[in-house]
């Protein structure tokens, strides 16, 4: 019935949901450059996407950031289903990094572009870094927070090794960095999976870590410190009425 309800009814409401909304974020960005309407619409969307699929977030931390400071966000990246939950908990406006190789998808790229979100160029070393420095340059410019999965992608189980660009960003753009934890959605999707299952999610944020101070020189520690952040959230006891896998609590590192 699980599998009948995913097919029948989620994946369907998702692609209505998907062209519908991306379609008026489209044309809000006719009349708004700045993104904040379409951020506002994509909110929408995340929550639309979690309710017809079943899945009930859970937000804890929220408390620990300030709604007027700009930060670098940085979470754990287990399902496709991540990015609706980080966009349903949190209340900041944000911009996502994005691969350069999304841009050139039709109606993708362009509600990217006008959304405001950052391209990355992973083709070369000096071109990830000219991505990373202007990711930095934008968000000291604009004043508007970011997210980055640092995993580099997906995670089939576990967590892998971080890259340490989010750390680089945050530090060069003088921003604190905070540590998210998503909690239990890798098992309702995984990995090369199109049955999502319903079920309950908790979506944690940690303390925010200062960069005033460091030089670039300090990414690695800082990357380290993330990594060990996020693992200990992962870990954190689990609020009664929610059950998280252990498969989903295991923690290890690279690949």
Do not use: C
């Not at 399902?79 to 911009?95: E, K």
């Not at 309950?200 to 990414?219: A, E, F």
Request: charged share 20%.
């Amino acid at each position: 019935m699980s599998l009948l309800r995913s097919l029948l009814f989620s994946t369907p409401l998702i692609l209505l949901s998907t062209v519908v909304l991306g379609t008026l974020s489209i044309v809000a960005s006719l009349f708004d450059r700045t993104g904040r309407s379409q951020h506002h619409l994509a909110r929408i969307w995340g929550k639309i996407l979690l309710a017809v699929s079943f899945i009930r977030v859970r937000t804890e931390g929220l408390e620990k950031l300030d709604p007027n400071a700009t930060y670098v966000f940085v979470a754990n990246h287990a399902s496709l289903m991540d990015i609706p939950a980080i966009l349903s908990a949190l209340q900041h406006q944000f911009r996502f990094f994005a691969k350069l190789v999304l841009y050139k998808i039709p109606f993708l790229g362009t509600h990217l572009r006008r959304a405001g979100h950052i391209p990355v160029d992973r083709s070369s070393p000096r071109a990830s870094l000219k991505s990373m420095t202007e990711g930095a340059r934008i968000i000291a410019d604009r004043q508007i927070s970011v997210l980055l999965f640092p995993e580099g992608g997906r995670a089939p189980e576990g967590l892998r090794e971080f890259k340490e660009g989010a750390a680089y960003i945050a530090i060069k753009a003088g921003v604190p960095i905070v540590p998210i934890a998503i909690v239990g959605m890798r098992p309702l999707l995984p990995m090369d999976s199109i049955h999502i299952r319903s079920g309950r999610v908790t979506v944690r944020i940690g303390d925010p870590i200062p960069t005033q101070g460091l030089k670039i020189s300090d990414r690695v520690e800082l990357t380290q410190r993330l990594y060990t952040e996020i693992s200990g959230i992962l870990l954190e006891p689990t609020p009664s009425g929610l059950s998280v896998p252990q498969q989903d609590r295991s923690v290890k590192i690279g690949e």
